[in-house]
């Protein structure tokens, strides 16, 4: 038995998930559950069709205890439901989990020298290879690429991906131990990534591997209502409302020109200094001395400072006069007088020379 599972995230969609066909058909053979949240109308026809494996959740309880970014009382959203399967996970006693969107038709590799699409036949093996890896390092969560990431070619043209690989957006590899909140009722990926990322939290996306999902807002159910109520543009904001010291908007470069999000990585996420800029050896002086050599210089200040102190009373008592004492001292120096010898005496001296 996997120590995973799988929780596909859906709404209003019950006789139209593709992400459980596409798992099976990728060889994925463990575990798959179905998050509904109370106020989606349709969850007596999840309970029909997937029985014990539909998990339905209180909405409005995890509304009230995460940070939605705004006040517009609108909770046709996932953010409650991403934040729900850690609970969810411990509580069927599943220590990792990953959390899916509904809609994925596909999932293939992607490498530098691949041409054409290559379908992924083996999931289970990669799920298990994820998650060693996210067991071993200490991300808090790692997800899967998207097929948008590749536009322009896997290659960057140096046998390099192309694609920035500290986000992490849509399909998320989590561990009940490492718990973290999204945040923001819309763009919730983005705001957590961001604003966790530059408290020092690691997120990762794995590039072998990328899902291809329909478009948001052509399809119903999901969150295309909100996207189509407020558009990108509250979307992509409230990213920038919580993280403006390195998130701005700028225009999509698409077929149809729209907001979205740009992020200044350099100002977002604490980075890793080359080993070029690290100091030699000999200039971290303290590393060559032993405990012995430190103790002895230690010791040896101490008497002198020990010395000082007891002969500095003997030294006050008969302090030697310097130059600014002498320069403000209220008593004034004796006149010295020397006396003018001449062998004959002037007639302008004749009153001196008596």
């Known amino acids: 038995m996997n120590d995973y599972c799988v929780f596909i995230l859906t709404h209003g969609r019950p006789d139209k998930i593709l992400t459980d066909k596409t798992l099976r058909k990728c060889g994925y053979t463990g575990e798959i559950f179905y998050v509904v949240d109370d106020e989606d109308k349709t969850q007596g026809r999840y309970r029909e069709r997937y029985g014990e494996k539909v998990c339905i959740f209180e909405k409005k309880e995890m509304a009230d205890k995460i940070d939605e970014a705004n006040n517009f009382d609108n909770r046709k959203v996932i953010v409650h439901a991403r934040n729900y399967c850690f609970d969810l996970a411990q509580k069927l006693g599943y220590r990792y989990f990953i959390e899916l969107d509904d809609d994925y038709y596909g999932l293939e590799y992607k490498y530098p020298d691949s041409v054409g699409d290559v379908n992924v036949k083996n999931m289970d093996i990669i799920f298990n290879l994820i998650f060693n890896y996210y067991k071993s390092a200490n991300f808090a969560s790692i997800c899967l690429s998207q097929n948008g990431d590749f536009i322009g070619g896997v290659d960057n043209g140096k046998g390099q991906y192309r694609f920035n690989k500290r986000k992490c957006m849509n399909s998320f590899f989590c561990s009940t131990e490492r718990r973290f909140w999204f945040t923001g009722s819309i763009n919730e990926d983005v705001n957590t990534y961001t604003t966790l990322a530059s408290r020092g939290l690691l997120f990762y996306t794995i590039p072998f591997v990328a899902i291809n999902q329909k478009d948001t807002q052509k399809q119903k159910g999901g969150m295309s209502d909100i996207y189509l109520t407020n558009g990108t543009y509250i ?58 050599e430190l103790l002895a210089l230690i010791v040896g200040l101490s008497i002198l400072a020990f010395a000082y102190w007891q002969i500095r009373p003997q030294v006050m008592e008969k302090p030697v006069p310097n130059v600014i004492d002498r320069l403000f001292s209220e008593e004034p120096e004796p006149e010295i007088i020397v006396p003018i010898k001449f062998k004959r005496c002037p007639k302008r001296y004749k009153y001196f020379c008596n």
């Not at 020109?257 to 200044?264: A, D, P, T, V």
């Not at 890793?272 to 405990?291: A, F, L």
């Open 235 to 292: 979307k992509s904001f409230t990213t920038v409302m919580m993280q403006p010291s390195s998130v701005k908007v700028s225009m999509m470069n698409a077929r149809h020109k729209r907001l979205h999000h740009s992020i200044k990585w350099i100002n977002t996420v604490p980075c890793i200094i080359r080993e070029d800029y690290k100091k030699p050896d000999n200039i971290i002086w303290y590393d060559r001395w032993t405990m012995k």
